[in-house]
């Protein structure tokens, strides 16, 4: 593995004015992008990459392996453990490419006119390369208080690979006192998003001659009655409008497909329906599962009524918790103040791994560099610009944390 110094530059060339710290964000997110870490691949060959980085800096991380060791988190400490400190969250897997038309090979980065291309760019290699290449920095620091740097997997699957690694956060002897989850925000702080549960119901009924109907059990029947009984709850839940800030301001309720029968004259034995439902912090989830539930069963029931042998099977497919911080609490200050931004802190539309920090009972914001709208799309990039105001954050914190009195004003 070569070292910190032989990092490579982006292809291309960097503008004049560019400031040696970018610049080193700039190589590591280089080597970054070049590890295709697709949710579905494994991400072992980056993880070797930013574990031998670390512990060239004496820095020693933790892997935390999912069940079939291909991928893999980092959680890594810098600074006095005997400290409660802050944790610095990340994910290192991006999506696909496929049917998408770049202008530049998506996992080579490529600099161009102040900006850098390449998949994960803004979601959100860039956050990971401006922290490593802080790391050197910290290292050299004494500092009061510890930095956590916790990496995941699987984000863009729906937060799979967090939560085994949230768990060993809140195991830290000296429970952080705060957690950003760098996700691009344009450095805008973010201190709520919706949580988010989606299930896949398949229903098997009993097949036949259309001719028939009573001789069989109709699925996709029993899937437009789940599906009517999802559309009223969408309807009551719209209504309530009980988010203000987020958009749209209540809880929602999507089918997003589908499925069933073979052919108009037979009984459709199986159909297939996925849903989710993205609540507000004031969503009462356990309350519309339990009434899901219950529209299911009755479902079953009636499908059993002429078929006995029918089932039905309810998966969950993504399951996170929302974000919800006081946005004029210390931790929101403080965070703001580290952004190098005044505005007030807003929401996203889109998940993030900080519910489930928050769920484990560290205040918990999101503020990163990049932008959303850049990610998941062809020619995804981020700017020079964005990486040195990440970088700046960076700095505010280490400075801070040097100071004794830093927790002072999260209390
Ligand atoms: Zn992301």
């Given at each position: 593995m070569e070292g910190p110094s032989a990092l490579a530059p982006p292809i291309g060339s960097a503008p004049h004015g560019v400031s040696p710290r970018t610049l080193r964000a700039a190589e590591i997110l280089s080597r970054l992008v070049a590890?295709?870490?697709?949710?579905?691949?494994?991400?072992l060959d980056l993880v070797a990459f930013v574990t031998d980085y670390l512990s060239q800096h004496g820095v020693q991380a933790r892997l935390i392996h999912d069940a079939t060791k291909t991928k893999a988190s980092i959680l890594a400490t810098i600074g006095p453990r005997n400290m409660p400190g802050v944790v610095l969250s990340a994910h290192t897997d991006v999506v696909p490419c496929e049917g998408q038309n770049w202008a530049?090979?998506?996992f080579t980065a490529t600099s161009r006119g102040g900006r850098i291309f390449g998949r994960?760019?803004?979601?959100m290699k860039g956050f990971v390369a401006a922290v490593l290449a802080q790391v050197p920095d910290l290292c050299a620091a004494e500092l009061c208080a510890p930095v956590h740097l916790a990496f995941s997997y699987d984000?863009?699957?729906?937060?799979?690979?967090a939560p085994d690694l949230v768990k060993q956060v809140a195991k830290i002897?000296?429970?952080?006192?705060l957690c950003i989850?760098?996700?691009?925000?344009?450095?805008r702080v973010i201190r709520g998003h919706k949580g988010k549960i989606a299930r896949r119901i398949t229903i098997h009924g009993r097949g036949g001659h259309?001719?028939?109907?009573?001789?069989g059990a109709n699925a996709v029947n029993a899937a437009v009655q789940i599906a009517m009984g999802l559309r009223a709850i969408a309807r009551e839940l719209e209504a309530r409008?009980?988010?203000?800030?987020?958009?749209?301001p209540y809880a929602s309720v999507h089918i997003g497909s589908l499925h069933g029968g073979t052919a108009l004259n037979l009984i459709p034995e199986t159909a297939v329906l996925e849903f989710e439902i993205r609540s507000t912090?004031?969503?009462d989830l356990a309350e519309i599962l339990g009434r899901i539930d219950t529209i299911v069963a009755a479902c079953l029931a009636s499908l059993q009524t002429a078929a006995p042998e029918s089932r039905i099977e309810s998966e969950n497919l993504i399951d996170y918790p929302g974000l919800e911080c006081d946005g004029a609490g210390p931790a929101a200050r403080f965070v703001t103040r580290l952004s190098g931004t005044s505005a007030e802190p807003a929401t996203i539309s889109f998940g993030t791994e900080a519910g489930l920090y928050a769920a484990a009972g560290i205040p918990t914001l999101v503020c990163g560099p990049g932008d959303i709208a850049r990610a998941?799309?062809?020619d995804e990039w981020i700017g020079l610009d964005e990486l040195d105001e990440a970088s700046a954050m960076l700095d505010r914190l280490r400075d801070l944390l040097?100071?004794?009195?830093?927790a002072d004003c999260l209390n």
């Open positions: 590890f295709e870490t697709v949710s579905r691949s494994s991400n530049t090979p998506p994960g760019t803004s979601d984000e863009e699957l729906g937060c799979r690979g002897s000296k429970k952080p006192l989850v760098g996700e691009p925000t344009q450095m259309s001719a028939y109907p009573y001789r409008r009980d988010a203000e800030g987020f958009d749209p912090p004031k969503t998941h799309i062809a040097t100071q004794p009195d830093w």
